[in-house]
């Protein structure tokens, strides 16, 4: 079969995707986690017929206007595609960095152009080629976001964003992504956060969204991590649940506990405090395995599936 | 005549019917281990779809769909036991939503009726 990217004719075998087709052909497609959730090899197909799974999880503007996941696209006929336009993606520029723990960075964007982002959701930055997904812990005015990000050795984006970005330097921002945001429609309503690693980024996007709308219901953040060093912001949490008296903060690790931490499995340490789930609204966010096991826990204690808002952080597959 | 489907309120009553169906399943041993890794939500979308479907609401579930669907768990060892107890637990959840026992008898023949094609057969 024939695929057309911008205009060049390239081979696609029976059940390969888009994306593989492109790449094997040379052409420079952005991609990231090869599972249709990061947003960084979409492309918009011109002409033929889209396959509906291509398009799962996208906006329904997006699908209306042809955008496909480029690693979940199996063309079923010919197909003539483009690479993605402005108004998806805006110019962005680094703002500022600061080191939150030995592995985590906070790292602040500046937008050139609005995107209607919230905080909890995530975007893709793209620079130099590579694409990755990153969680907006806040929005700094309406035109910088701020995002949490664990440096991976080796990795494309991550050391550049916590080592070496500077103030000024340009990237691409794209997206939003996502459903864990906070929507002040039930004030009283308990609200569970719970992640691992940097999935605290949302949550601390939803905390904060939260706090500033005033809710007033019980909020429960649990941050999890192999080992205290996995741990950051630990500090201003206890100040939060410390000046709010509806915010409690409990930090748990796999292994090594200091004092105020508790040690064990996220979930475990989840179900201790909070046994009962029924009528909270419940956001899990961080490894893939973990998230997954978080949400059938709380679902079977009791929290509905509309109120459990979950965001895997799927690894880059590179 | 009205359909049980709009008896227990519809569309709006179909999100509560999935969580108490969903967590009823995921809770029976018999049958857990055929829901280990599956996508919650995708999941929770299915079965709202069979509960619209046996209660007689809006549906485009097809035996096709339901044989295309469950052939993967069939070669797992899917099998008549667990069709019963999937039958069982929908109608423990028909019950705690307040539905007679002579309907809930009724979508049970209608939930019977897709056992050969769940079962591949």
């Not at chain 1, 950051?232 to 206890?238: G, W």
Request: hydrophobic share 45%; aromatic share 6%.
């Amino acid at each position: 079969m024939t695929l057309t990217y911008e205009g060049r004719s390239h081979r696609i075998a029976e059940g390969q995707t888009v994306l593989d087709a492109l790449l094997a052909a040379g052409e420079a497609i952005p991609h990231a986690c090869r599972a249709g959730a990061c947003g960084a090899c979409v492309v918009r197909v011109t002409s033929g017929s889209i396959p509906p799974e291509a398009q799962a999880g996208l906006r329904d503007a997006w699908k209306a206007r042809g955008y496909v996941h480029a690693c979940q696209c199996r063309p079923r006929g010919p197909l003539a595609l483009e690479g993605i336009g402005e108004g998806l993606a805006v110019p962005a520029k680094i703002v500022g960095r600061e080191a939150l723990s030995s592995s985590v960075a906070r790292v602040l964007v500046g937008l050139d152009a609005p995107l209607d982002a919230l905080a909890g959701q995530y975007v893709t930055l793209h620079r130099a080629g590579a694409a990755r997904s990153f969680s907006i812990a806040a929005r700094h005015a309406s035109d910088v976001i701020e995002l949490h990000v664990r440096r991976v050795p080796g990795g494309l984006m991550s050391p550049y964003l916590c080592d070496r970005a500077q103030p000024g330097e340009e990237l691409t921002v794209q997206g939003p992504h996502g459903h864990c945001v906070y929507v002040p429609s039930r004030p009283a309503q308990p609200l569970l956060l719970v992640g691992t690693g940097t999935g605290l980024a949302p949550l601390w996007g939803v905390l904060h969204d939260a706090l500033e709308a005033g809710h007033a219901g019980p909020i429960h953040v649990f941050h999890g991590a192999l080992d205290p060093e996995g741990l950051y912001l630990v500090d201003e949490l206890r100040s939060i649940a410390a000046s709010r008296p509806n915010v409690r903060y409990v930090p748990s690790v796999l292994r090594g506990a200091l004092p105020g931490m508790e040690e064990g499995p996220v979930d475990a340490v989840v179900a201790r405090h909070v046994p009962r789930t029924a009528g909270m609204r419940v956001f899990v966010c961080g490894a893939p395995d973990i998230v997954q096991t978080l949400k059938k826990k709380l679902f079977l204690a009791g929290a509905s599936l509309a109120d459990i808002a979950s965001d895997a952080f799927v690894p880059a597959a590179a | 005549m009205t359909t049980i489907y709009e008896q227990v309120g519809g569309e709006a009553a179909m999100n509560a019917a999935v969580d108490v169906f969903y967590r009823k399943v995921l809770s029976d041993d018999r049958i857990a281990r055929f829901f280990e890794g599956v996508d919650m939500d995708r999941q929770a979308q299915k079965q709202k779809a069979f509960l619209t479907m046996v209660l007689g609401g809006p549906s485009a579930y097809t035996g096709k769909d339901m044989r295309a669907a469950h052939a993967r768990l069939v070669q797992q060892g899917l099998s008549d036991v667990h069709f019963d107890a999937v039958v069982e637990n929908l109608g423990a959840t028909l019950k705690e939503l307040g539905v007679a026992d002579a309907l809930i008898a009724e979508v049970a023949a209608v939930a019977e009726s897709t056992r050969t094609d769940v079962l591949g057969r």
